[in-house]
Nanobody
Framework: QVQLVESGGGSVQAGGSLRLSCAAS????????MGWFRQAPGKEREGIGF????????VYAASVKGRFTISQDNAKNTGYLQMNDLKPEDTAIYFCAAPYRSHVCGLGSRFYSSWGQGTQVTVSS
């Protein structure tokens, strides 16, 4: 059974940074891709990026490209989302997600079967 636990959320001012973590059990970062999503109040869940090929490859949504970085530590079986130059529109609950098929990830939620509980990120202007 896959369990994902996000941490690291909080409140920051615009222009600030946060790093989120996603600790996994029943899932191996080294042999699977992993996605990151966010959901703002009243909006649909948005895929912001994913990491694949043991951590050597990443894909980002246009809304976060150049500001957010996805990485992982295979020894700790933990993924990270480094968020820089945060904006008020980045305010959302952030989730990590494990895919149905270990090598099939994308920006759509349909690729993912297991989700963490989410962590709140609030950016004030």
């Amino acid at each position: 059974q896959v369990q994902l636990v996000e941490s690291g959320g909080g409140s920051v001012q615009a222009g600030g940074s946060l790093r989120l973590s996603c600790a996994a059990s029943g899932f191996s970062y080294s042999s699977s891709c992993m996605g990151w999503f966010r959901q703002a109040p009243g909006k649909e869940r948005e895929g912001i990026g994913f990491i694949y090929n043991g951590g050597s490859g990443t894909v980002y949504a246009a809304s976060v490209k150049g500001r957010f970085t996805i990485s992982q530590d295979n020894a700790k079986n933990t993924g990270y989302l480094q968020m820089n130059d945060l904006k008020p529109e980045d305010t959302a609950i952030y989730f990590c997600a494990a895919p149905y098929r270990s090598h099939v990830c994308g920006l759509g939620s349909r690729f993912y079967s297991s989700w963490g509980q989410g962590t709140q990120v609030t950016v004030s202007s």
